[in-house]
């Protein structure tokens, strides 16, 4: 009990020192509100007070330094209170509010840290006849299997969710205060209505928990009890830490969230019965599926946990490179496959039927979006090594159901893939997205999903997320002269279900990967008047070996081609025609490059030799310009370099996106001390020697690589800023220079 003179010394001394929540007081300090309370006070953000039905435990708070006074729920203390936070077990609650209720200001904000979030809002309407705009429930992702004060710990909410459940009512000067005090204890704040909070965390978290003490019980009370347990190592440990927490505590909430546990128990009873007939039967392939998916789906889950124990926002820290001039490159190089073509070769594996062995494929960044998704949706995807796969495809129409939304997180190649695949099943599906991805207008793709028959429906017109509902197939026409290319690959994919053969009508015939890949695993298409025809039938399980970027390909030509002595080979160089293209125009402007001929899938594939050679100035016609595009920055190293003037024409008809990336890369030459003129769309530059310095490639990968080749041969170093995405895109780029003896270096 506290004296009446020790509550007045208290309370003056709040007032002296009135902290930035005021005065905060812990109902039940156990182990969630001790650690709030210690949180707070370690910070000198409140005057904490707390009552507990045990008075131990108050003695113990005061001496350990959790909180400063212990209170009781008296009008005295109750009236004063800034934050009331109630932390006792969960049907403790209702008791705790009807002492409350006659002494409560509006002013003070009630709050609960409860595991379950309907039964404590009933209890509040059976005390109060409503819910107050004052009580605003919530409750930290955040624990451990201990209780008591004695476990409290000030850093135990940090870099975790805290889940508020605001009510219609709720009084948002309240809300507000109630975010801010989960974020100065370092938790990120999520807003949930209370029914799917309490459906949720009855999977996440009540059903483990009955799972573990139902676990150790029937262990404990079976047969060889005492040698399980004598026996029992690392995996019994892990699956049963949670069954040592307080019985109290979760006795409260199996009855308090009953429904909810009943709805996932009974989900989960299902599945583990055809767990059961698979063992019975010897069914591994099943058991297989089961635990691959499980597998993917677990490291998923610790990849997110690690982002967000790593931090919230994810630091991006600045990236330069930088080059040293004049280093003759010598060796043998062999590139991973390309990112965009690991996207598109997991997609038709897991749309084939039968197995695929995808090898020198590369898993890092986007590409395990792609994969999660089709592992989200049935398909078995094993990691035989790190660069190889073996798909387990389904057929085109094979698909099942996700039980979540697909999310594309940032990447739009998956995005793209990914819509005609959903479009083209026959359940509907929900697809989200995160970033960048959420404000764009996906108009384009959109259109051709409803082109194949689905439904589009979004919130924000032609925005993400987006529900996709399955209708009649219809027939595939689509004109990529007029939209955009970036649709190509969609496009064929969307062809494979119309139920007569699908068009693609294309700017130039000239075979790109999407045609070559798609050929490779079965898929017929015919020339058509202009572009192509795509003939429906399913496509067929095949090994194949992922080729390296073009781009990246081109790099390493002119580099070598730039420093003299340079002598390289290039294993698993994939070109398509328009590569094809560009490197014999290399050639015959006086590069020593030899080039593998062509194979009967449309593709030239295998080994680039290349070697020192003084590159002529050149002139490039619009046709020329617009064919080579994206390789375009290069080119303008190579006039940089070369004795004369080149003339590129037709810049200024390309898509605006190449045209900006071909005049950013005119202000580096310029600043490098090359003379450009740029007229009427048209662009000059006169070879000379590139002076060095510093440069910005503002994030994109491609003018990135072109700078560090104008400073291959310049008269000082070149740092290149801004490389981040360089490295994701290219993240073997310091091994492979260092191994060819290219001095390149990467600074943060
Ligand atoms: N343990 C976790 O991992 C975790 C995580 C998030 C939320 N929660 C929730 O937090 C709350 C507290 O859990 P905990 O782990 O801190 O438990 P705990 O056993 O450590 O603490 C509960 C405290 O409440 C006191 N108490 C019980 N009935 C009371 C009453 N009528 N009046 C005053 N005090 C009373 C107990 O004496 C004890 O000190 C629960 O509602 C629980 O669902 C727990
Ligand atoms: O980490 C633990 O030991 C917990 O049990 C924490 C846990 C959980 O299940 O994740 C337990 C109950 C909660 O309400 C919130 C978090």
Same mark, same amino acid.
């Given at each position: 009990m506290i004296g009446e003179s020790d509550f007045q010394a208290s309370v003056d001394m709040t007032f002296q020192e009135k902290k930035k929540f005021g005065n905060v007081m812990i109902i039940g300090l156990g182990m969630i509100g001790g650690s709030f309370a210690k949180a707070l006070k370690e910070r000198g953000l409140a005057t904490l007070y707390a009552v507990d039905r045990r008075d131990g435990e108050l003695a113990l708070g005061v001496s350990t330094g959790v909180i400063d006074y212990p209170a009781e729920l008296s009008a005295e203390f109750v009236s004063r209170m800034d934050v009331i936070v109630l932390a006792t077990p969960v049907r403790a609650m209702e008791s705790v509010l009807a002492d409350l209720k006659p002494f409560l200001s509006e002013q003070t904000l009630v709050t609960d840290v409860g595991s379950t979030k309907g039964s404590v809002v009933e209890a509040v309407r059976r005390v109060f006849g409503h819910v107050p705009a004052n009580f605003i429930p @919530?409750?930290? =992702?955040?624990?451990?299997?201990?209780?008591?004060?004695?476990?409290?710990?000030?850093?135990?909410?940090?870099k975790h969710m805290a889940i508020v459940t605001p009510l219609a009512d709720s009084n948002p000067v309240l809300l507000d205060r109630l975010h801010r005090l989960w974020r100065a204890v370092g938790a990120d704040v999520v807003s949930m209505d209370v029914n799917h909070h309490d459906h949720v965390l009855a999977s996440s978290s009540h059903l483990p928990h009955l799972l573990a003490y139902t676990l150790v019980d029937a262990l404990a009370?079976?047969?060889?009890?005492? &040698?399980?347990?004598?026996?029992?190592?690392?995996? %019994?440990?892990?699956?049963?830490?949670?069954?040592?927490?307080?019985p109290v505590m979760w006795r409260d909430v199996f009855l308090a969230n009953k429904d909810a546990t009943l709805a996932t128990l009974d989900h989960f009873t299902d599945r583990l019965a055809d767990m059961r007939a698979a063992i019975e039967q010897g069914d591994g392939a099943s058991m297989f599926g089961v635990f691959t998916r499980a597998k993917s789906a677990r490291d998923h889950f610790l990849r997110l946990l690690e982002q967000r124990t790593i931090g919230s926002t994810k630091e991006v820290r600045p990236v330069s490179v930088s080059v040293l001039p004049a280093s003759a490159i010598k060796g043998e190089v062999s590139l991973l496959g &390309?990112?965009?073509?690991?996207?598109?070769? /997991?997609?038709?594996?897991?749309?084939?039927?039968?197995?695929?062995? =995808?090898?020198?494929?590369?898993?890092?960044?986007?590409?395990?979006?792609?994969?999660?998704?089709?592992?989200?949706? @049935?398909?078995? /995807?094993?990691?035989?090594s790190v660069d190889h796969l073996r798909v387990h495809g389904v057929g085109v129409r094979g698909l099942k159901a996700p039980i979540a939304p697909i999310n594309v997180h940032q990447s739009r190649e998956s995005l793209y893939l990914l819509l005609p695949v959903l479009a083209g099943q026959s359940f509907p599906v929900s697809v989200i997205a995160e970033g960048k991805l959420l404000n764009q207008s996906m108009a384009d793709l959109f259109s051709l999903v409803r082109q194949m028959g689905g439904s589009v429906l979004s919130e924000m017109a032609d925005c993400l997320p987006v529900n996709l509902l399955p209708g009649k197939p219809l027939d595939v026409s689509v004109n990529l002269k007029t939209g955009s290319e970036r649709l190509r690959m969609s496009a064929f994919l969307?062809?494979?279900?119309? $139920?007569?053969?699908?068009?693609?009508?294309?700017?130039?015939?000239?075979?790109?990967?999407?045609? !070559?890949?798609?050929?490779? %695993?079965?898929?017929?298409?015919?020339?058509?008047?202009?572009?192509?025809? !795509?003939? $429906?039938?399913?496509?067929?399980?095949?090994?194949?070996?992922?080729?390296?970027?073009?781009?990246?390909?081109?790099?390493?030509?002119? *580099?070598?081609?730039?420093? $003299?002595?340079?002598?390289?080979? /290039?294993?698993?160089?994939?070109? +398509?025609?328009v590569s094809f293209a560009l490197l014999a125009f290399l050639q015959s402007i006086g590069a020593d490059v030899t080039i593998p001929a062509q194979s009967g899938s449309g593709l030239f594939k295998g080994k680039v030799q290349v070697g020192f050679a003084e590159l002529r100035a050149f002139h490039l016609s619009p046709e020329q310009s617009y064919r080579f595009r994206d390789q375009l920055p290069l080119l303008c190293v190579v006039a940089a370099y070369a004795r004369g003037e080149s003339f590129i024409q037709g810049v200024g008809s390309l898509p605006y996106y190449h045209e900006d990336r071909v005049l950013a890369f005119v202000d580096a030459l310029e600043y490098m001390k090359i003379t450009? !003129?740029?007229?009427?769309? +048209?662009?000059? /530059?006169?070879?000379?020697?590139?002076?060095?310095?510093? *440069?910005?490639?503002? @994030? +994109?990968?491609?003018?990135a690589l072109a700078m560090l080749a104008l400073g291959a041969r310049s008269q000082s170093i070149t740092k290149v800023h801004d490389c981040q995405r360089l490295l994701e895109e290219f993240n073997e780029l310091e091994s492979v220079t260092v191994q060819l003896g290219f001095h390149c270096s990467v600074t943060q």
């Open positions: @919530g409750h930290p =992702i955040a624990g451990a299997e201990k209780s008591g004060v004695l476990a409290s710990n000030s850093r135990l909410f940090e009370n079976g047969e060889r009890s005492q &040698d399980i347990f004598r026996f029992a190592a690392g995996g %019994f440990r892990d699956f049963t830490r949670i069954a040592s927490s307080d &390309d990112k965009s073509l690991s996207h598109k070769a /997991i997609t038709i594996a897991a749309l084939s039927e039968g197995v695929s062995e =995808i090898r020198n494929i590369d898993l890092t960044g986007d590409v395990r979006i792609t994969m999660q998704a089709f592992r989200d949706m @049935g398909v078995v /995807i094993e990691e035989a969307a062809a494979l279900y119309s $139920p007569v053969e699908g068009v693609v009508t294309t700017l130039s015939k000239e075979l790109s990967h999407c045609e !070559v890949l798609l050929r490779h %695993f079965g898929v017929t298409i015919l020339d058509h008047v202009e572009g192509f025809k !795509v003939v $429906p039938a399913p496509l067929v399980g095949a090994d194949i070996v992922l080729s390296g970027d073009e781009y990246e390909l081109t790099w390493l030509v002119l *580099l070598s081609s730039l420093l $003299p002595g340079s002598d390289l080979s /290039i294993e698993n160089a994939g070109l +398509d025609s450009c !003129v740029y007229e009427n769309g +048209d662009l000059l /530059i006169k070879g000379g020697l590139p002076q060095g310095g510093e *440069l910005d490639c503002a @994030g +994109d990968d491609k003018l």
